[in-house]
């Protein structure tokens, strides 16, 4: 094997956008690429019940011997529970097997060669657009990925009709990947309603829905996010849940998710649940333990749960309040095109609509990065910017 045969591999957009913005010397520069949580300040907080439930780790922890493939038993299940609730008839039932994986990606990855396993001709459908790392996932782990209609980019609204269209074709053995709640990149959500539709769908026709939730608690709040994970639970036989701790309790580099499988019935978990194992243990053996453990001190006291539940509520009133913010200052610039969408969204992202030529542009002129596409990180936009940055999009347009 030489290696001098191979053909570079094409950057990634994000991480390009990271180091132009860090060489820029503009002193007005706004960084709207990348999707983490910022302050007022642009500043990434560690939590305060994070930091507490860290040195509860410290003062405790005894051992760093291996976790064992499945992770920590009470992670798995109180994040299980956060996603499905407790009293979910799959919780009740016992049909929910949960691992703990290295972070949202992860638990994408081990959901993907546990796919492969069951079914080496599924196909995958993933909404056009989604999250740009979901087709290289599961293209890595050798499955077919296609696209179902999701988002209009010329009228800013689901295109949800031609979604239902698309998914009464998809066949039994296929997978159907669709986000629990804050939609990437788009931040369109499915109504309640429209979860009551897919649920029915994915029943009758009984694919295996995969729902990515790698926001709860970032849209309208914790229970109310997780509606259509424990709608589509409710109603079929076998489904495929992936979680991240990295958004909503802010431990991204602690890469910390979870990958939960509900079967038919007990059995059926049982059984899907060893073949899981043996795909974790294929891949990285063992998870990491330091982040479950946070995450299970903060669900596992009452006082901890209630100050994540707190210090979410603000990151989420912050995200929502900047969205607002700039439909405001664009309309009070008198710019005629309609920016309300962005206000109706949910969630870290939006598409802002211009074209690809504005975009170089708006970068060039006034040093605002965002991605081709014009997808933004809502959290990027705060008080001391959003002037600045209405102004140069009032500019380009």
Known sequence: MKFDS???????PILGLMTQYRLDNHPHKIDLGVGVYKDEAGHTPILACVKAAEQHRIDTEETKVYIGPTGSADF?????????????????QNRVRTVSTPGGTGALRVAADFIKRVNPQAVI????????NHTGLFEAAG????TYPYYDHDNKTLKFDEMLACLEQVSSDDVVLLHACCHNPSGMDLTNAQWDQIATLASDKSFTPLIDMAYQGFGDGVDE???????VAAQVESMILCSSC??????YRERIGACSIIGKDS?????????LLYVVRCIYSMPPAHGAAIVETILGSQELKQQWLDELAVMRNRINGNRAMLVDQLKALGVQRDFSFIASQKGMFSFLGINPQQVAEIQTKHSVYMVDSSRI????????????????????L
């Open 246 to 251: 990295s958004k909503n309790f802010g431990l």
């Open 143 to 146: 499955i077919t990925v296609k």
């Open 125 to 132: 459908w993933v909404s056009d657009p989604t999250w740009a």
């Open 267 to 275: 059995q059926a978990a049982d059984i899907a649940f060893s073949v």
């Open 6 to 12: 191979l053909s570079p591999m094409p950057a990634d």
């Open 377 to 396: 990180s809502i959290a990027g936009i705060g008080e001391a910017n959003v002037d600045y940055l209405a102004k140069a999009i009032a500019d380009v």
């Open 225 to 231: 996010d997780a509606y259509g994970v424990r709608t």
């Open 76 to 92: 798995n299940q109180l994040i299980a529970e956060l996603a499905f609730s407790a009293s979910h008839q799959v919780i009740e």
